[in-house]
């Protein structure tokens, strides 16, 4: 059973509603690394999936790209329309109420660059990762850079709580979908990858692989 279903969706409304900054103000060092990446190659807009509370992408907004932000949670995406609003970003703020298993609500070749920290390793199978990255694929214009973070499998919370098949596992109410760099490159069909950097982040820590892609 896949487990990216209303129940998922409720958790995170309802995390986001309890804790309004629920992963802090301040942008991920990611999205640091990406916005330095992005700037150097020329991109303009961006595609932000599973944007959440709105950190990074007030962070890209004011760091001068005009941003697409894609979240499940409903709350969430109005959390990013009150911060763009009042921090008077709303002209490069678009933020949309998405399920990221369905065709993303994009045309073609209409971004310079995708990115999403930790989207990737949510509850979505193999079969419908493959899907969104084609999806990314198309709605990227040619050259332009697709940036994703995911747990990768030296986790500490990898195999531990319920399993949810393939490499899924879920604690606290949250199912992770933990990756090998067999897995990046499996997903990798229409790119090139350019590199897969692991890092930390968090007081577990969380392990994690930064990838970045350059489209065909």
């Known amino acids: 059973m896949n487990a990216f279903k ?9 995390s986001f509603i309890r804790m309004p900054d629920m992963f802090g103000q301040e942008p991920s060092q990611p999205a640091k690394a990406a916005a330095t990446l992005f ?3 020329e991109a303009k807009t961006i595609l932000e999936l599973g944007s959440g509370q ?14 697409t932000a894609l979240d499940y949670a409903e709350t969430g ?9 009042h921090f008077s970003m709303a ?12 065709p993303l609500p994009c ?20 079969d419908e990762l493959k899907k969104l990255t084609g999806e990314v694929h198309r709605v990227l214009r040619s050259g332009g850079l697709h940036v994703y973070t995911v747990r990768h499998t030296g986790d500490a919370h990898y195999r531990q ?10 604690t606290g109410g949250y199912v992770v979908h ?26 577990l820590p969380r392990k994690l692989f930064q990838v970045t892609l350059r489209k065909l």
């Not at 709105?54 to 941003?67: C, E, K, P, S, Y």
């Not at 045309?107 to 193999?126: E, I, P, V």
Request: proline letters at 2%; charged letters at 25%.
């Open 91 to 102: 002209d490069n703020i678009t933020a949309m109420q998405h399920d990221v298993r369905q």
């Open 161 to 170: 709580g319920n399993h949810h098949g393939e490499d899924m596992y879920e």
């Open 107 to 126: 045309k073609d070749a209409s971004f310079d660059a995708c990115f999403s920290h930790m989207l990737y390793c949510m509850a979505l199978t193999t």
């Open 54 to 67: 709105g950190r990074d992408t007030l962070f890209f907004a004011h760091n001068g790209f005009q941003v």
């Open 39 to 41: 700037a150097q190659n």
């Open 6 to 14: 209303p129940t998922q969706q409720q958790h995170w409304n309802q």
């Open 178 to 203: 933990f990756f090998d760099k067999a897995k990046v490159e499996l997903l990798a069909e229409g790119f090139e990858l350019l590199s897969i950097d692991e890092f930390e982040e968090g007081p």
């Open 77 to 85: 995406v109005k959390t990013i329309e009150a911060k763009a609003k």
